[in-house]
């Protein structure tokens, strides 16, 4: 059976390490993409339960599953499809992050009153209205709040993570962003700019509000410091029975194009995990499987639904478990481990996991 086991009770410990790390700051918690592959609703709910003022999506689709969940904590979606139909989800107390002026003008005359949270543009080059669009952007969001038309609930921005001094820059950017705000005679009840990286090393960014995806989840957004380093907990462990044992002579070619030939009389176990669950291709002859408490490389390439594994003379049996990461505490490979192999980050590597993982939770 391919399980990722979400443990539910490290996530809320994550959650309460990093609300104190956030030094007052509100905390919004991300839970995009299906919380990063952990379960949108059932992370929701557990961080709602430990205090998470607000729950973070990209889109309107994520925050109506929310809503359809029964969760009723204060949603912000701001990745808009041009067709998004604003007023369902401000019916559903869903506020709206706005980036340019047509969008305002969209949500502003949808019909309902939706609370919006502005985006500015301080860098990174994405969402959020541009420098030179800022007074025009409040004018008219102010204007439109004195018509009784929105209310303007945030103004925010996001950092690129470039480096300390980018970072810094953003932060005096975005101060210039809420000046120009106040200019225009807007009084927002939220202000923020920080992810977890921001959170954790960038005191400038914390304002009133925190975002924090990736530690929510217990894993760290920098190279030089491990979860543990951090406080946190990694939460899902993704693990496999093990489908097919054999005993193969010694030069035995090994999945696709035989990148791997058993050096001599071995074991090979047959994991039913590949790449349409989300195990990266590029993780071939390099990615990390522990059995029976043992460390492997994978053998050869990965495959559409399978890996192979070369556990030598060890004792290995159908049905026993091949964790390919998890909690490095436990003994197992992390996330972070995969990510090495892989070229990628440890964000790609939990939030691609595919649907046909059933998704346990531990309370
Ligand atoms: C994904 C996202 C976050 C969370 O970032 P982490 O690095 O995972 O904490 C915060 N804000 C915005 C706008 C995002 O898109």
Request: contains cysteine; glycine residues 10%; charged residues 20%.
């Amino acid at each position: 059976m391919r399980e990722a086991t979400i443990d539910l009770a490290a996530i809320a410990r994550n959650v309460e390490t990093l609300t104190a790390a956030a030094h007052g700051a509100r905390t919004m918690v991300i839970v995009k993409a299906n919380a990063y592959g952990h379960g949108a609703v059932p992370v929701a709910r557990a961080v709602v339960d430990v205090g998470a003022d607000w729950l973070g999506v990209a889109d309107l689709d994520e925050a109506h599953e929310l809503r359809d969940a029964g969760i009723d904590a204060p949603v912000l979606a701001w990745l808009h499809d041009p067709e998004a139909d604003f007023a369902a989800a401000v019916d559903r107390g869903v506020d709206i992050g706005v980036s340019y002026l047509e969008q305002l003008e969209r949500v502003a005359a949808c019909g309902s009153r939706a609370h919006v949270q502005l985006k500015v543009d301080t860098g990174l080059s994405r969402n959020g209205a541009a420098r030179d669009d800022w007074a025009e952007f409040f004018e008219t969001a102010a204007a439109h709040e004195r018509a009784g038309r929105i209310v303007v609930r945030g103004v925010w921005s996001h950092l690129s993570n470039t480096n300390e001094d980018e970072d810094n820059a953003q932060a005096a950017d975005f101060a210039e962003a809420l000046a120009a705000a106040s200019v225009a005679g807007l009084d927002p009840e939220l202000v923020h700019l920080a992810a977890t990286a921001g959170t954790l090393r960038v005191p400038a960014a914390r304002f009133g509000l925190v975002r924090l995806g990736i530690s929510t989840y217990g894993l760290s957004p920098f190279g030089d410091a491990t979860s543990a380093g951090l406080g946190l907990t990694p939460a899902m462990e993704l693990s496999a029975s093990i489908a097919s044992v054999k005993r193969v002579a010694a030069g035995s070619g090994v999945s696709y194009g035989y990148d791997y030939r058993t050096p001599a009389e071995t074991t090979l176990a047959l994991v039913p995990l590949g790449y349409a669950d989300g195990i990266p291709r590029h993780a071939s002859s390099r990615g990390p499987v522990s059995i029976n408490g043992v460390t492997y490389r994978i053998a050869g390439r990965v495959a559409m639904d399978q890996i192979v594994v070369d556990v030598g003379d060890s004792e290995v049996s159908v049905g026993d478990r091949a964790v390919l990461f998890g909690d490095p505490a436990a003994g197992v490979p992390s996330a972070d481990d995969w990510a090495e192999a892989s070229d990628t980050i440890n964000y790609e590597i939990v939030t691609r996991i595919g649907p046909r993982v059933k998704r346990r939770y531990l309370p």
